[in-house]
């Protein structure tokens, strides 16, 4: 399996560089999620923008990613623009379970953003 890790003080980005997210790459990019998560890191950008198909496994192993990091910060997909990716999205309708944005550099926006907004407001109240 083929991917890079960029590691910054607020988030992490992990860019899958295969073609495909499936039952042979899906169990390893999981093993890779549960170490990142054990690290401590607070907020976890996966970029699929490489990636020209997604099957079961592959959406699991971005649910299981979403679940590790609900409770300590935040989970953004980004980069799943092709049009096979996007089709399996829609049809699962993970668009309302998960956050999902188009490019790399608005998701390091989001999650400034994110940030920020957890700061003003610890709580979590809304105002």
Known sequence: MKFSVDKQEKYTVMTLQEDNLNSLVAPNVKSEFVILRNEGIPNFILNLSEVKFVDSS???????ANRLWK????????????????????????????????????SVDYIFMDEIE???NPDGEEE
Request: glycine share 6%.
């Open 71 to 106: 409770d300590i910060g935040t989970f953004v997909l980004t980069g799943a623009s092709h049009p096979h990716v996007k089709k399996l999205i829609e049809i699962s309708r993970l668009e309302t379970v998960l956050t999902i944005i188009p490019t790399l550099e608005e």
């Open 118 to 120: 957890k700061e003003l």
């Open 58 to 64: 592959g959406l699991s192993a971005i649910l299981t």
